[in-house]
């Protein structure tokens, strides 16, 4: 583990029951750095994730997060610690407002309700569709309006490490700019440290400043992104280049 990494996954398994996803594991990410984690569908991307957002418990291995031990822990005091999980599929509470569920996102922070109304703005400032739309029933927007609103409300819990499970999922390639035009303004604005498990590897490379391969539950390339977008195995199996 490097003395600047937030988060640091060693030899890691994870396994649902009986069946193993996840074998040996290594991961890091730095404070404030943009990751990509790339691999076909069924590799263990979504499984890893959830385990670091404590949602499974892993078999063998450890989870540290910014030094200190994070396995174990459940998921509501992950949270708290500065660790958001966007999920595929979006998740909102369809009857509840947009403003509501980005609300929903601040319910284990501590700093106050002027911290959380001034972060409510700057999310609708960030994406000035969902101000539009602050009293519509989150369950009426669209696609892209949804993915924006699942985004804000992971920023709402002010993290230092924003997940994000397949963000570009059954959307648009406009409305898939937008929304990565959106998340870089994030980061120059707050620095937070990104994981990004993506399909569209290419828009996820130009994201990232370092990615990992995925497959069939180990990984078996880590590298800087712009090395990885001009490798040419990487561009036959993912760019179909």
């Known amino acids: 583990m490097t003395p600047d990494a937030l988060l640091a996954i060693e030899r890691l398994d994870v396994a649902y029951g009986e069946i193993q996803v996840l074998w040996e594991v290594d991961l890091e990410i730095a404070r404030g750095e943009v990751v990509a984690l790339l691999g076909p569908n069924g590799a263990g991307k979504t ?5 670091v957002a404590g949602l499974l418990r892993p078999r063998a291995g450890r989870i540290v997060w910014d030094g200190a031990p994070l396995d174990g822990v459940p998921a509501s005091r992950v949270v708290a610690r500065g660790l958001a999980l966007v999920p595929e599929g979006r998740r909102l509470f369809a009857g509840m407002t947009v403003a509501e569920n980005l609300t929903m996102g601040a319910y284990r922070r501590t700093d106050g309700r002027a911290a959380v109304s001034a972060d409510l703005e700057w999310v609708f400032e960030l994406f000035p569709e969902l101000a539009a739309r602050r009293r ?66 290419r828009m996820a490379l130009e994201l990232a400043r370092r990615a990992y391969i995925l497959e069939t539950g180990r990984i078996t390339r880590g590298d800087e992104a712009r090395r990885l977008i001009d490798d040419p195995r990487v561009k036959k199996a993912y760019l179909g280049l």
């Open 47 to 51: 499984t890893l994730l959830r385990a």
């Open 136 to 201: 519509q029933q989150a369950g009426a927007l669209s696609g892209g309006e949804q993915q924006m609103c699942a985004i804000g409300r992971g920023l709402m819990t002010k993290p230092r490490l924003l997940m994000l499970d397949e963000l570009s999922l059954g959307l648009s390639p406009v409305a898939v700019d937008r929304i990565v035009a959106m998340l870089a303004a994030a980061h120059r604005t707050r620095g937070m440290a990104m994981l990004i498990v993506e399909q569209d590897v």
